[in-house]
């Protein structure tokens, strides 16, 4: 043992760092003189878009949900069942629902083992399929959020299906079956044990039987549900031994307060609330509010996202304003801000002098209290009318972001981050509606429509709003738009973004508030275009309207880079080949959206890259398209997928020449709040509280550490690594992962490197399952080490299931 060896064992990094004559598990050979390629300067990435309230509950200060008020009423509430999304309406001793996406109708009791559910349905309109489910457990609102079998049927296609749902959708069969699609037809499911019998119409044979030999479902709830279509339910019997229940549906009246604020009635108080569609200042519906007789007060309450609370610190300003009109009003109108249950005021304002007309009414709110989960109110104490529209409340001063009505907690924990690229965009920009000019103009006029994510969807926050953040904060910006939004407004966008004030939708952005131009590069066609169906007439639409679109992109800003969206398959060269070859020369990116979720996604992103690279160049040898990442997708936001991100860092590396960024999605997540499966945010945060992911240090470790070129580097075992160093060759950095569970010991040889002697040490690590939560926000979170370095050599062990950045610097 050498005197240096004898020093470093004596050292508190002896777990970490060793040097050894014996045997290593791997070798890593670095070529710091042999530069293979430069790292894209833009590549920490983040994507963003209103999913899982990312945006509108996130990082937009709004901090009311539904503020429109176009949320309906709750559903009725059914003795005995519970609605599990849906609008179910008792008839004629029956039950109808409205076609809706996966909505439910769960009978509480009996839990049946073996038995029978019945009843006659008639179905209402066209769509898909409706019928019962069965045997089902740990139920949530959602499409597939629960276990259980389905049996429905299909009357356009005239098919009976049986599925098995865990928390997914599973065809197990399906046959041909004939009834009358505008009569009632009889439906009834024998179970016993694993096996399923259906029946059509009182057939004496069944119509479709089934054994479930993989793991099957034995106990559980019956319920009903409809996939896209209506219909109604009559004479629901279920049987399970000697018991017989047939089901009454008796409704329990439902105030009519738009579902995601809350009624607020004294005790001594009589109110009527109402819904008014005949005359709101914006959309479709404005709440109403009357105070008929007693004493105390009426008035609604909204709790912000999900109910989950407003954060609110002692001290704390905030700002909003409200529309009213009124109807024989007697008082004034009470603003406040209460604790949950409305028992303690921390802030209130009255306004007087309401009048018959919709007007705009300002508000200050200075707190006297700190309140994780405060309430915002809204009452009167005097007998009239007040009809309600377009609610904003927003904090103030330090606790918003430069200015802007976002949260300043989120965005700087974004900054935080390293990130140096964000793009706007994701399926909501697919949605008909996803239109620019709906997102510009006085936020209280804007109209709410019909999104993706979510049915009442708020324009306050919208793609100026990104730019603009974007400018503030240092990122690149690059967002989506609907593909087929009409040329003349997408030129109309050029102007209002990027024109001067003399230009007509320029002069309206220096109205708004901002007179200089925003920065901005890169804009992309549409998002996972044709990702339906491998379909020829498809990408060939999309091409027609990339085309298009980009005529007028590049006639009113030729700087912008256009980027394609369409879903790249490369088993369907012919239809890659086709849109390659239609926006070759006028694209500068493709729209790569790669998997995240397994340790070792890099190995993919690798492959996938070259063969893109491949392809381009087959098709065109001299094209100068390339490639960006714009979704790293996937389901966790565990140590796991932090290793996902950092391998798939790596691979970009690797291809840096060809690469511009790569977004990890998603930027951000409600926390509880996930509704849709993405359940991958990088940034988590509550009405008062932002942490952190394990992806988001992965973020941040190689953000914290980029060089511009990549080296050579030989690698032999079980380790992913990429080297990088700086342009005068003072600085070389070794990105490794280690996605094996057990610790690898590594001798580092550097070549065309030398005099380093410190390392500095940025460990990643854990259980591959570990989170971070608002308790513990860091408990998976970056460790720096120093550790000694002599020579052009040293033994390293790497951590297992761990992303480890090695600097060394001269």
Same mark, same amino acid.
């Given at each position: ?125 066209? @769509? ?255 007998? @009239? ?49 996803? !239109? ?315 070549? @065309?490197?030398?005099?380093?002697? !410190? ?52």
């Amino acid at each position: 043992m050498n005197p240096f060896t004898r020093i470093a064992l004596s050292t508190a990094s002896l777990a970490l760092f060793a040097l050894t004559a014996t045997a290593q598990q791997a070798k890593i050979t670095v070529d710091a003189a042999k530069v293979l390629n430069k790292i894209p300067a833009k590549m920490y990435g983040s994507c963003i878009e209103d999913v899982n309230h990312e945006i509108y509950g996130g990082l937009y200060d709004q901090r009311l949900y539904g503020e429109s008020f176009e949320e309906p009423a709750p559903a009725i509430s059914y003795q005995g069942w519970k609605t599990l999304g849906g609008q179910w309406t008792a008839v004629d001793g029956g039950i109808e629902v409205k076609a809706g996406d996966g909505d439910k109708l769960i009978r509480e009791n009996p839990i049946v083992k073996n038995g029978s559910i019945e009843a006659d349905i008639k179905f209402t309109g066209r @769509g898909d399929n409706a019928g019962f489910i069965m045997r089902v457990s740990h139920e949530q609102k959602g499409l597939d959020d629960f276990d259980g079998y389905e049996v429905s049927l299909n009357p356009d296609r005239q098919i009976l299906v049986l599925g098995k749902h865990v928390h997914n959708f599973k065809l197990l069969k399906e046959t041909k079956v004939s009834f009358d699609e505008d009569a009632w037809t009889h439906l009834k499911v024998e179970a016993y044990d694993g096996q399923l019998s259906i029946y059509l119409n009182n057939e004496s044979s069944p119509a479709l039987t089934y054994t479930d030999t993989d793991r099957p479902l034995l106990t559980g709830k019956i319920g009903l549900r409809t996939f896209h279509l209506g219909a109604t339910f009559k004479n629901v019997t279920i049987k399970q031994g000697a018991e017989t229940i047939k089901s009454d549906f008796i409704g329990k009246p439902v105030l009519q307060v738009s579902q995601v604020w809350d009624a607020v009635v004294s005790p001594a108080a009589q109110a009527n609330f109402e819904l008014d569609r005949n005359d709101p200042y914006n959309s479709k519906q404005a709440q109403v509010v009357e105070f008929v007789g007693g004493t105390g007060k009426v008035g609604i309450a909204n709790k912000g996202l999900n109910r989950w609370g407003i954060g609110i610190k002692q001290g704390q300003k905030f700002q909003g304003s409200v529309f009213f009109k009124a109807n024989g009003l007697k008082g004034p109108v009470t603003i406040a801000l209460q604790n949950a249950a409305g028992t303690k005021t921390c802030a209130a304002q009255q306004i007087k002098g309401i009048t018959s007309a919709w007007k705009k009414y300002p508000f200050t709110l200075t707190t006297n209290a700190t309140d994780p989960h405060a309430r915002f109110s809204i009452s009167i104490d005097k007998k @009239g009318k007040l009809t309600i529209d377009q609610a904003t409340l927003m904090s103030t001063g330090a606790s918003q972001f430069e200015g802007q009505p976002l949260r300043a907690d989120i965005a700087h924990k974004m900054q935080e981050e390293g990130l140096n690229f964000v793009r706007y965009g994701g399926t909501m920009v697919n949605a008909p509606d996803y !239109k620019w000019k709906n997102m510009v103009g006085p936020r209280d006029k804007r109209p709410i429509y019909e999104g993706h994510w979510y049915p009442y969807t708020s324009n306050g926050f919208g793609i100026a709003e990104f730019v603009d953040y974007c400018n503030a904060a240092g990122y690149d910006p690059a967002f989506a738009i609907n593909v087929e939004e009409k040329p003349e407004d997408i030129a109309d966008m050029l102007q209002y973004l990027t024109g001067g004030v003399n230009t007509s939708w320029g002069k309206k952005r220096a109205e708004a508030g901002h007179p200089a131009p925003y920065r901005l590069k890169y804009i992309e066609l549409g998002n996972e275009e044709v990702i339906w169906g491998d379909l020829k007439n498809d990408y060939q639409h999309y091409a027609e309207r990339f085309n298009l679109l980009y005529d007028v992109i590049h006639k009113n800003n030729p700087d912008i880079k256009v980027i394609c969206a369409a879903w790249w398959r490369p088993r369907s060269l012919d239809n890659m080949e086709l849109v390659f070859k239609a926006i070759d020369g006028r694209a500068d990116y493709w729209d790569l959206h790669t998997d995240a979720d397994n340790a070792d996604a890099g190995t993919k992103v690798d492959h996938d890259l070259q063969n893109m690279k491949d392809l381009f160049l087959k098709w065109n040898p001299n094209t100068k398209m390339k490639v960006t990442i714009f979704e790293e997708n996937g389901g966790l936001h565990n140590l796991q997928r932090a290793l996902g991100h950092a391998t798939t860092l790596n691979a970009v590396r690797r291809h840096g020449d060809f690469v511009l960024t790569s977004c990890a999605a998603n930027g951000l997540q409600a926390l509880g709040q996930n509704d849709n499966g993405w359940d991958q945010g990088q940034i988590f945060f509550t009405p008062s509280k932002v942490w952190g992911m394990p992806p988001f240090y992965a973020t941040q470790m190689a953000a914290k550490n980029h060089e511009p070129l990549r080296v050579e580097t030989n690698v032999e075992g079980d380790l992913d690594v990429t080297a990088t160093r700086d342009e005068q060759g003072n600085t070389l950095v070794l990105h490794a992962v280690n996605t094996k569970g057990k610790a690898v010991t590594t001798k580092v040889d550097l070549k @065309g490197f030398a005099g380093a002697g !410190k390392v500095k040490v940025y460990t990643l690590k854990g259980d591959l399952k570990a989170e971070n939560t608002p308790e513990h926000p860091t408990a998976i979170s970056t460790k720096e080490t120093i550790i000694p370095c002599s020579g052009n050599s040293l033994t390293y062990t790497f951590a297992a299931n761990s992303y480890t950045i090695l600097r060394f610097e001269k």
